[in-house]
């Protein structure tokens, strides 16, 4: 979350050096972690 307020404050201040696909991957990142803890917590190995 401190990452991505740093993002949104550089956007504020016109301070903006990414492209949209680095923004892309940042927003799907989360999203293979979420599905890990999914299948870990049905599955349940430990």
Do not use: A, T
């Not at 990414?18 to 803890?37: A, C, D, G, K």
Request: glycine share 2%.
């Amino acid at each position: 979350h401190f990452y991505c307020g740093k993002l949104v404050k550089d956007f504020q201040q016109d301070r903006n050096r990414r492209s949209h696909v680095f923004y892309r991957w940042i927003n799907e990142v989360p999203v293979p972690i979420l599905l890990i803890v999914v299948i870990l917590v049905i599955v349940k190995p430990f």
